[in-house]
């Protein structure tokens, strides 16, 4: 399950990235969960506490429709 907080203003972007003593580009990794050091929890609630949106992007099953030989659906599969 791929998961990204996003936090686009970078003034606040800056100011967590002051506050905790890393780069920008290591507080994006953090967000973007390429990294997990001791402090990245809390980096991660604070962006959220600050305007970041959390995205998750799971598995979705899908839907495959069964037509006939006019096209019509007959039945609906799913890969769940």
């Not at 506490?49 to 096209?71: A, C, F, M, Q, R």
């Amino acid at each position: 399950m791929k998961q990204i907080i996003e936090l686009r203003d970078t003034e606040k972007r800056k100011m967590i990235a002051e506050t905790f003593g890393i780069s920008l580009a290591n507080l994006s990794q953090i967000l973007r969960f390429k990294r997990n050091g001791k402090n990245a929890e809390a980096i991660r609630k604070m962006a959220q506490e600050n305007g970041g949106i959390k995205y998750t992007e799971g598995n979705e099953p899908s839907k495959v429709k069964v037509l006939d030989s006019h096209g019509n659906v007959t039945r609906v599969i799913s890969n769940k």
